[in-house]
Nanobody, 121 residues
Framework: QLQLVESGGGLVQPGGSLRLSCRASGHIFFFYALAWYRQAPGKQRELVAD???????NVADSVKGRFTISRDNAESTVYLQMNSLKLEDTAVYYC???????????????WGQGTQVTVSS
């Protein structure tokens, strides 16, 4: 299984941008599907974006046009570029990896420790 470490979170004003990174250890990073989830206090964990082994991307409707997921297999890293941030984007963001090659859901794969994103004036 991959070991995942997220970074890049922080405090940002509405309309600002952040880029989250999730770096993985392991020799077969390119075999895995990768995803970003987020969880706000008192809310369910929700899928934000994912990218399959083949490179197909999916982005949640709530962030479509603002967030972009990408992967760099040479660096064993998946990114989430977040632009035009809104107050409702405030959450802990988690990286998930799935060895099946597609994201099957939050009950599968490995998780990172999470990184806090706070959007506030």
């Amino acid at each position: 299984q991959l070991q995942l470490v997220e970074s890049g979170g922080g405090l940002v004003q509405p309309g600002g941008s952040l880029r989250l990174s999730c770096r993985a250890s392991g020799h077969i990073f390119f075999f895995y599907a990768l995803a970003w989830y987020r969880q706000a206090p008192g809310k369910q964990r929700e899928l934000v974006a994912d990218i399959t082994r083949n490179g197909t991307t999916n982005v949640a409707d709530s962030v479509k046009g603002r967030f972009t997921i990408s992967r760099d297999n040479a660096e064993s890293t998946v990114y989430l570029q977040m632009n035009s941030l809104k107050l409702e984007d405030t959450a802990v963001y988690y990286c998930n990896s799935d060895p099946s090659g597609v994201i099957r859901g939050p009950d599968f794969g490995n998780w990172g420790q999470g990184t806090q994103v706070t959007v506030s004036s």
